[in-house]
């Protein structure tokens, strides 16, 4: 097997000078998947950063030495996937990566944070609020008794990726706004002394309302993932009750599943 290991070089993006492809030529598995695969893994990684220009495919197809049609292939679907665009009289330039989110017991900041992915947080509410039927029933309480209500938008590389609504009892820790927007919520639970145990969790989709839209950057009726979770600590309480909705162009949730014997 030939295996061809390139490295690029291109003014207009600094995060390129050093790529280093590794196309085996000998390979069953298509060229074009290849160089898709290992451009996503750069994008995902933070190597190629949203901006960054790959350039034009004459250009892409001369530095690889591949052909210009396997270029293209590999390109479109990537911007298939939403991860990159064509910009006429410009090239091919990186809009952003997908996040992929482990389906497990986590905050969406910690698991930006360890991607790389540079999680910002607007606190749009943080008040005390009576609990609707739906919220009593998930923490355990009366109808009408008082609860925290926390509403964030959650950006990674300044693009808006998901709207948070999460609910806990009133009494539960102080959650101060300044350090809302600076760290995630089970941080701050963990800090205060709760140990998050296990969690009920709804995944689902639907459309995006035209106020959802607006706050996303996306179009009315665009496709949105909910999910809704009602996390437990190590004596069995419910401590907090979450209703979100993520882009489905830049959010998807990764899991494994295993063959029951």
């Not at 034009?56 to 990159?84: C, F, W």
């Not at 401590?239 to 014997?261: K, M, N, W």
């Amino acid at each position: 097997m030939a295996k061809t290991r390139v490295t690029t070089r291109a003014v207009t993006a600094p995060a390129l000078d050093s790529l280093d492809f590794a196309l085996d030529r000998g390979s069953p598995v298509p060229l074009y998947y290849q160089l898709a695969q290992q451009l996503e893994a750069a994008i995902e990684h933070g190597v190629l950063a949203p901006g960054n220009l790959l350039g034009n495919e004459v250009d892409l197809s001369v530095r690889l030495g591949l052909s210009r049609p396997t270029v293209r292939q590999a390109i479109q679907s990537l911007v298939d996937k939403g991860l990159l665009v064509r910009r006429r009289g410009v090239g091919t330039q990186v809009v952003h990566s997908q996040v992929k989110r482990p389906l497990e017991l986590s905050s969406l900041y910690d698991d930006l944070e360890a991607a790389g992915q540079g999680p910002t947080t607007e606190v749009v509410r943080n008040e005390r609020v009576q609990a609707a039927a739906d919220v009593a029933a998930a923490l355990g309480i009366a109808e009408g008794a008082e609860v925290t209500l926390l509403e964030r938008l959650r950006c990674t590389h300044g693009q808006p990726v998901a709207i948070l609504c999460n609910y806990l009892p009133a009494t539960l820790l102080d959650l101060d706004t300044a350090r809302l927007e600076a760290t995630g919520l089970y941080r701050m639970m963990r800090t205060a002394g709760i140990t998050l145990h296990s969690a009920r969790q709804t995944i689902g989709a639907r459309s995006a309302t035209a106020e959802e839209g607006e706050r996303l950057d996306e179009a009315e009726g665009a496709a949105l993932l909910t999910m809704q979770r009602t996390a437990y600590d190590d004596t069995g309480r419910p401590v907090e009750y979450g209703t979100h909705i993520y882009r489905a162009s830049r959010y998807a949730f990764d899991f494994q599943l295993l063959v029951r014997p």
